[in-house]
Nanobody
Framework: QVQLVESGGGSVQPGGSLRLSCEAS????????LGWFRQAAGKEREGVAA???????TYTTSMAGRVTISEDKAKNTLYLEMNSLKPEDTAMYYC??????????????????WGQGSQVTVSS
């Protein structure tokens, strides 16, 4: 059974950085699109970044230029490095997996497996 477990969230001041991790078990990432999504209070879940089966990276406009998605295959762990964080980045961040290549645009409904989420709060 595929399981995704996020970690690394927390509180940070505006302009700060955080790195989220998503440890996967029950499968290997080969053959899956791996993505990061976020959902702020009262808003719809939106895509942030994705890593395709051929290593291609996709970034949405929500955090483009301020995030980097990467993977450590040996650890079966996905990362999201976030920089220059803003208060509007405050949200629950989720990692997700979808079999096959990345569905573009990054629609949450097209991802099968989800982690429990990690809260990121940006506040002074």
């Amino acid at each position: 059974q595929v399981q995704l477990v996020e970690s690394g969230g927390g509180s940070v001041q505006p302009g700060g950085s955080l790195r989220l991790s998503c440890e996967a078990s029950g499968y290997t990432s080969s053959g899956y699109c791996l993505g990061w999504f976020r959902q702020a209070a009262g808003k719809e879940r939106e895509g942030v970044a994705a890593l395709g089966i051929n290593g291609a990276r996709t970034y949405t406009t929500s955090m483009a230029g301020r995030v980097t998605i990467s993977e450590d295959k040996a650890k079966n762990t996905l990362y999201l490095e976030m920089n220059s964080l803003k208060p509007e980045d405050t949200a629950m961040y989720y990692c997700a997996a979808s079999r096959g290549d990345c569905p573009l645009p990054l629609a949450p409904l097209r991802f099968t497996y989800w982690g429990q989420g990690s809260q990121v709060t940006v506040s002074s």
